[in-house]
């Protein structure tokens, strides 16, 4: 016989959470997933969508490394295949530092990392280690989840709201307001949704902010202000843009600063879960029971198989700059398709192509009607629009906290062909000419 579990499920509500818990209630269902859901049912229809809604990679356009494949194939044979420490496997915490030294100029000590599976499992328990229930966290919008992150910890958020001028990254001044009470300040940079990279000015502004306020907290005896700096994209950043640290920019910033990276990105392996955090000793050990206990340590193989590439990336093979190059080949052919419509009078502009996998759209179409008839009042209504009407999925910034109105949406090249890319610039000028 078997147990209809589900039925006794049903028997017993939900009950109203604890005042004193940080609400679990918070926590929305993700937009982006929704969107995914109606494009699976158009698609279902037999319409053609070109999605460009998913910050993810599709591995027929876009495998891992074979070198990574076979690293874990030749770890999981090797017998890698129990407990990794909770703060990851010493080879893989060598690699971290051995990478930061080589590329970015950064000489960390090997107990400064903490492995993850991704980069969630060390953003979480960062948050965890610094931010108390009340404790306030301010953050640009549009950004990518630090909301959840908040609610989680009971924290209390700040959103910032950036300008498409600065590359939608919060500014010294947007921060003033609230130095004397942040206790955490949370910059993402290469950015998701905007593709944009942090200059010099903004993120050497920001630290300066952050060095005035510590000082004062120092001689008040009060906790610091930290900062986490999200760059998970790092590794994708094009010609034109820098990559910048903020204890690269200004070496004081260290003891403040949490940097947080991952594979997921950098080698297209979202699924294979490797990430970590790079942090001052004490958030390291408040993090560590934390991905413990969650047992949120990264597959063994994995991590080991991750460290050979990181600390010998001729293993690699040709693998950065051929997957860089098809990236940043979709995101400058659809701003360049943009920037042409745009110059012919048709209301839409790109940003500039940075990094990531992502590059920023607006279309000012707020007041007109589509070609079908739809009034466009909302950034919603020019999603759906878009979606309906040319068969372009994308989201909209309204996703990632942005105010509503402002027209200005996601395309995400991860799970694009180049052939879709130049599909998706036709339907968009055929949409935009049938504007009324
Ligand atoms: C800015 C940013 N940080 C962190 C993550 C999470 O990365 P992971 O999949 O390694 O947990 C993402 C994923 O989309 C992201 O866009």
Known sequence: MTLDVSALYDAVPDVAPRATAPSMDILKGSSILAIAGEV?????????????????????????????????????????????PAVGVQELRDAVTTLYRRELGLDFPADSVIVGSGARPPIFAAFRAIVEPGDTVVFPVPSWNVEHYVALNGGVGVRLVTRPEDGFMP????LAPHLATARLLVINSPQNPSGSVIDEALLGGLCDAILTENARRREAGERPLMLMYDAVYWQLVFEGATHLTPMGLRPEMAPYTIMID???????ATGLRVGWGVAPPWVVAKMKPLIGHMGAWAAKAEQLATAALLADPSGLGGF?????????????TLAEGIAQMGAS?????????????????QVD????????????????????????????????????????????????????????????????????????
């Open 40 to 84: 699976k049912a158009l698609q279902a229809e037999g319409r053609t969508i070109h999605n460009l809604t998913i910050g993810d990679f599709d591995p027929s356009v876009f495998p891992v490394p074979q070198g990574l494949v076979d690293g874990i194939k030749a770890q999981l044979d090797a017998g890698a295949t129990n407990y990794p």
């Open 320 to 332: 950065m700059p051929a997957f860089k190059a098809q990236i940043q080949d979709r995101l400058s």
């Open 262 to 268: 991952a594979i997921s990105k950098s080698w297209a």
């Open 365 to 436: 179409a707020i007041g007109r009607t589509s070609g079908g008839g739809r009034t466009l009042s909302t950034d919603e209504d020019l999603r759906a629009w878009l979606l309906h009407e040319a068969g372009i999925a994308v989201v909209p910034f309204t996703a990632f906290g942005y105010p509503e109105g402002s027209g200005w949406m996601r395309m995400s090249v991860g799970s694009v062909s180049m052939d879709a890319v130049h599909a998706t610039l036709a339907s968009l000028k055929a949409a935009l000419e049938a504007l009324r």
């Open 345 to 361: 009078g048709l209301p839409v502009r790109s940003l500039d192509v940075q990094g990531a996998i992502y590059l920023s759209l």
């Open 171 to 174: 500014t010294a001044e947007q």
